[in-house]
């Protein structure tokens, strides 16, 4: 994990390659990050105590479809998650 100007960037340590673009958000100062052991982002900030995220992909997707209430556009999904072929999730 790296962090820089308000962003979060995420390393896979092993292949020593990121994992996807810089993190951001509006969660004022980034005091912790951490990963439990199923693989869920823990995060506690100047604005949120603490936050999980799940990252698995199902449950990504699944608050995608929640979040923008329609399967995504190709031009969404490009935006988006642009290092996978498009596909309908919701």
Do not use: I, K
């Not at 390659?17 to 900030?45: I, T």
């Not at 699944?62 to 498009?86: F, I, K, M, S």
């Amino acid at each position: 994990m790296s962090l820089l100007q308000g962003t979060v960037t995420l390393w896979d340590g092993v292949g020593r390659r990121r994992l996807g673009d810089p993190l951001r958000g509006s969660a004022g100062l980034l005091r912790a990050l951490a990963f439990d052991s199923r693989g869920r982002l823990h995060v506690s900030s100047s604005h949120h105590p603490h936050r999980v995220f799940d990252l698995e992909p199902e449950a990504v997707a699944r608050a995608l479809c929640e979040r923008v209430g329609w399967h995504l556009t190709r031009a969404q999904w490009e935006q988006n998650v642009p290092d996978l072929p498009y596909r309908s999730l919701c």
